[in-house]
Protein backbone atom coordinates (compact mmCIF):
# COMPACT_ATOMS: atom_id res chain seq x y z
CA UNK A 1 0.00 0.00 0.00
CA UNK A 2 2.92 2.37 0.59
CA UNK A 3 3.60 2.13 -3.08
CA UNK A 4 0.79 3.43 -4.44
CA UNK A 5 0.52 5.81 -1.37
CA UNK A 6 4.21 7.84 -2.29
CA UNK A 7 3.18 7.78 -5.94
CA UNK A 8 -0.43 9.26 -5.61
CA UNK A 9 1.64 12.07 -3.64
CA UNK A 10 4.31 12.60 -6.38
CA UNK A 11 2.07 12.78 -9.54
CA UNK A 12 -1.32 12.72 -7.90
CA UNK A 13 -3.93 10.60 -10.18
CA UNK A 14 -1.34 10.12 -12.93
CA UNK A 15 0.92 7.88 -10.55
CA UNK A 16 -1.94 5.23 -10.03
CA UNK A 17 -1.92 4.23 -13.19
CA UNK A 18 -0.93 0.72 -13.64
CA UNK A 19 2.69 0.17 -14.60
CA UNK A 20 4.10 -2.14 -16.70
CA UNK A 21 5.57 -5.69 -14.63
CA UNK A 22 7.86 -7.96 -14.73
CA UNK A 23 7.60 -11.18 -16.41
CA UNK A 24 6.71 -12.69 -19.67
CA UNK A 25 4.82 -10.06 -22.36
CA UNK A 26 0.79 -11.61 -21.94
CA UNK A 27 0.07 -13.47 -25.48
CA UNK A 28 -3.53 -12.35 -25.32
CA UNK A 29 -5.00 -8.83 -26.97
CA UNK A 30 -7.53 -6.96 -25.13
CA UNK A 31 -9.75 -7.12 -27.72
CA UNK A 32 -9.47 -11.69 -27.61
CA UNK A 33 -10.37 -10.67 -23.93
CA UNK A 34 -12.79 -8.59 -24.70
CA UNK A 35 -14.26 -11.05 -27.36
CA UNK A 36 -13.92 -14.31 -24.24
CA UNK A 37 -16.39 -12.19 -21.53
CA UNK A 38 -18.87 -11.40 -24.57
CA UNK A 39 -18.98 -15.21 -25.61
CA UNK A 40 -19.16 -16.28 -21.49
CA UNK A 41 -22.40 -13.69 -20.75
Do not use: H, N, Y
Amino acid sequence: MRKWRSRFVADRVEGLVDRPRAGAPRKITDEQVEALVARTL
